[in-house]
């Protein structure tokens, strides 16, 4: 199919100082958690992302001296001749693709906690660690002499930039790290040339976008990333008059908003280009190209930005993972094949778990190396068998699509009327509509293909399952909430659960509403509580959310919803008690106690939610184990369990649990790959630091 003439200027080639863009795609910097440790890994992983036709590709931040060490986090990282071998991995995937390879020169400042490399970490001041786990330590108040070494730092760092081939070189200017401290008047209190005025707070960021700038000049194109406020007439820091003075110095802005929680907005608390008329703000005040991600997901709001000349460049990072071939798909007219982004931060939160990222709608994303998974490419089938799926679910529809690519012959039987399972149900909660797009891009996908058969509103027994003499058998039959109250904290019941004022998750999700006070007794500590919490107030109940924890819904932070989340429930009304377990429920009742003191609390309510644990529907499983050797004899040949219906956890894990069995039918259980940092040896050791920090040494 060809490109609808209508998205045209998305591909037309965009100059950037010395260098241009293919095109207006642009995956901006942006975190795998994958980094220094993996570079394999994150060479595969971006590489791909330019075979699918993002015309520049970055990396994410790279540390540029030791005194910027995140772990536990893996960022990158470009401090020494070994770092700039394994970047050469990931600037070659991304040129033999024709894409450019951008870097974010990286130094965080007092949000550095420096557990592995213990130096001390350089500020505007002596300000308190503001790392995501936190330490009781602060940074060192920086000197002329540490200025001068800092400038050194972005200097080297821009040169081992270029030997590792990059095309686009970043200063960092925002997110709080120490260039945008000294922008800031509440951390800049200098009384020196660094300090006080707009035009001294802004010397420092100026100087180094100079330095960066004389080291690849002619040879890469100078990036500067910046944060602008979420209100233009609301700006105590004065970013607006910063930009001013350096509006023109770089080759490209890539602009932010202030507010992390903001710019990463999850699908429940921001829609698709939240912030863009901010950015068209930014945009009227410099003739250089800018870019800025709005989470696109839509080719037509894609196209808006650039014909508004709201900004040049159409800046993705979510997007880019949920589907690396976006801009091929739309180049070749396919956009119903578009993998959509839900929105829901899974990524972000393995990243902040120190673990590779992954994706909701995308199982490769991270896998492309590791277990050599592509995204549109796959192995075919390994014969003519037929593969029966029970169950529509996440991990169903997912194994169905796979096997159905690879082309066997599928049967897809769901004992619901519409297939889709906990999505059905979930995606009609407050803020979680976007989440539709996992059942819904499959069943799109599904009906293309003619070799798989659906049959929704059949409930297949074991006797049905071995009369269809399939060869192969996926059950994807789900999980169901418990109502007992285990759950995280607990392994037991509590006292009361049998009672009919208990009611379970599922009775709520199909619309079985009660009238009262309702207490949700939220052990999960993800979304669902909180979910039903927004849509019970919303229906005018009264709803108390109780926590074993110190803070509700605290895996949420991971997601970076966790603040929007609290904001919304205490907008609503809902009321919250923290660190109290539930021990019982008896006559309106509820029995709490301390989790610390253990001292006993009472609190009235007419009807109890507990939220907590799922138990596996693998009853089906269980009887078709006991019935394998009829199984075998009529010529069954695999039989697996994937998905919730195994362990119960996110949609994530189901869709990946769905694809890697669908993979691996016929091919074995492959073990995947272990990623190891490729190093010259052990001269270059000797020569990890540039040059000394500061002269506080003896």
Not at 356 to 370: A, L
Not at 373 to 388: C, G, K, M, N, Y
Not at 486 to 508: A, K, L, M
Not at 568 to 581: D, H
Request: proline share 5%; with cysteine.
């Amino acid at each position: 199919m060809a490109r609808d003439s209508r998205y045209d200027p998305l591909f037309e080639p965009v100059r950037i100082g010395p260098v241009t863009a293919p095109n207006r795609f642009y995956q901006v910097p942006h975190c795998s958690g994958m980094g220094y440790q993996r570079p394999q890994t994150l060479a595969a992983m971006r590489g791909v992302k330019a075979e699918g036709g993002w015309g520049v590709v970055c990396t994410e931040y790279c540390s540029i001296d030791d005194s910027a060490d995140e772990t536990p986090y893996p960022s990158a990282s470009l401090r020494d001749d070994d770092d700039v071998i394994n970047l050469r991995l990931m600037t070659d995937a991304v040129h033999a693709h024709g894409a450019l390879a951008g870097v974010e020169l990286w130094y965080g400042g007092h949000s550095s906690a420096n557990l592995l490399s213990r130096e001390i970490s350089l500020d505007v001041a002596s300000l308190p660690n503001e790392a995501r786990l936190g330490q009781p330590a602060q940074s060192q108040a920086m000197s002329k002499a540490d200025i001068a070494d800092f400038r050194e730092m972005y200097r080297n760092g821009a040169r081992r930039a270029l030997e590792a081939g990059f095309d686009i070189v970043y200063v960092y200017g925002c997110h709080y790290y120490l260039l945008h401290n000294f922008l800031n008047p509440c951390f800049n209190r200098r009384e020196d040339e660094y300090g006080g005025p707009v035009q001294n707070r802004v010397r420092l960021l100026r100087e180094v976008i100079e330095d960066v700038g004389e080291i690849v000049a002619g040879r890469a194109a100078l990036a500067v990333r910046y944060s602008i406020p979420p209100r233009f007439d609301d700006d105590p820091q004065e970013l607006i008059a910063c930009f001013e003075q350096i509006a023109e110095l770089p080759d490209l802005w890539d602009i932010t908003v202030n507010d992390y929680y903001r710019e990463m907005g999850s699908s429940r608390f921001f829609g698709e280009a939240a912030h863009q008329s901010l950015v068209a703000q930014i945009k009227s005040m410099t003739s250089k190209p800018v870019v800025s991600v709005g989470r696109f997901t839509s080719p037509d709001t894609m196209l808006s930005q650039i014909t508004s000349g709201t900004q040049d460049f159409i800046g993705a990072a979510r997007p880019s993972i949920a589907d690396p071939f976006l801009p091929q798909k739309i180049d070749q007219g396919r956009l119903e094949d578009i993998r959509e982004c839900i929105g829901c931060n899974v990524c972000y939160a393995h990243n902040a778990l120190g673990a590779p990222i992954r994706c909701t709608q995308n199982p490769t994303m991270g896998e492309e190396w590791r277990r050599n998974w592509h995204p549109q490419r796959i192995e075919s089938r390994h014969a003519e068998q037929t593969v029966l799926v029970v169950g529509a679910g996440p991990a169903g529809l997912e194994a169905a699509c796979t096997l159905g690519s690879r082309g066997y012959p599928v049967i897809l039987a769901e004992a619901e009327r519409e297939p889709g399972g906990r999505v059905n149900r979930e995606s009609r909660l407050p803020g979680l509509a976007e989440y539709a797009r996992v059942r819904d891009w499959r069943l799109g996908q599904l009906a293309k293909m003619a070799n798989v058969q659906v049959y929704p509103d059949n409930r297949l027994d074991t006797v049905a399952i071995l009369e269809l003499e399939c060869r192969h058998v996926l059950l994807a039959t789900g999980a169901r909430w418990r109502s007992d109250g285990i759950g995280r904290s607990s392994n037991t019941p509590f006292d009361g659960h049998d009672q009919t004022s208990v009611i379970g998750v599922e009775q709520v999700l199909d619309g079985h509403l009660p009238d009262g006070h309702i207490l949700i007794y939220d052990d999960e500590h993800y979304y669902i509580g909180s979910a039903i919490a927004l849509m019970l107030s919303a229906q005018g109940k009264r709803v108390t959310m109780v926590s074993p924890q110190d803070s509700l819904c605290g895996w949420n932070r991971f997601t970076d919803e966790h603040a929007p989340l609290m904001r919304a429930l205490i907008e609503a009304g809902v009321e919250i008690v923290t660190a109290r377990r539930l021990r019982g429920f008896e006559d309106g009742l509820a029995r709490l106690a301390c989790i610390y003191s253990d001292q006993e609390t009472w609190l009235e309510a007419d009807y109890l939610l507990p939220v907590g644990a799922r138990i596996p529907n693998d009853e089906l499983w269980l009887e078709l184990q006991g019935r394998r050797d009829e199984f075998t004899e009529a010529g069954g040949l695999s039989m697996r369990r994937i998905g919730d219906c195994r362990a119960p956890g996110i949609i994530a894990a189901a869709v990946y649990a769905g694809h890697k069995a669908a993979r691996e039918l016929g091919q074995g259980e492959a073990g995947a790959r272990r990623d190891r940092v490729v190093l010259r040896g052990w001269s270059t050791m000797s020569r990890r630091r540039s040059g000394p920090v500061n002269s506080d040494c003896c």
